[in-house]
């Protein structure tokens, strides 16, 4: 049975930073690729960022230059160190790995609520 177990999130006021853990089992985790999406309030869900198996990360736009993803393989976890939040940064964070090879699906984490205050 594979589980995404996310932690670390909270209430923090604008400028602040956070640090998002995703501990994964059931599933080979350095061969799957990792990502963290997220669903603000009335929003879709979209990627903030993604880190490959060979350990390359990509980022969506809003969050260049202040999110930084990694992955502990030894640990199965991947990891959102979010720095200089906004607002606009607040939601529900999830955690999502895709396996390789890949089936035509992924797994989901339940989610961890970032607020960000102004």
């Known amino acids: 049975q594979v589980q995404l177990v996310e932690s670390g999130g909270g209430l923090v006021q604008a400028g602040g930073s956070l640090r998002l853990s995703c501990a994964t089992s059931?599933?080979?985790?350095?061969?799957?690729?990792m990502a963290w999406y997220r669903q603000g309030p009335g929003k879709q869900r979209e990627l903030v960022a993604g880190?490959?198996?060979?350990?390359?990360?990509n980022y969506a736009d809003s969050v260049k230059g202040r999110f930084t993803i990694s992955r502990d393989n030894a640990k199965n976890t991947v990891y959102l160190q979010m720095n200089s939040l906004k607002p606009e940064d607040t939601g529900v964070y999830y955690c999502?790995?895709?396996?390789?090879?890949?089936?035509?699906?992924?797994?989901w984490g339940q989610g961890t609520q970032v607020t960000v205050s102004s």
């Open positions: 999502n790995a895709r396996p390789w090879p890949w089936a035509g699906f992924d797994y």
């Open positions: 880190i490959s198996r060979g350990g390359i990360p």
């Open positions: 059931g599933t080979t985790f350095s061969t799957n690729a």
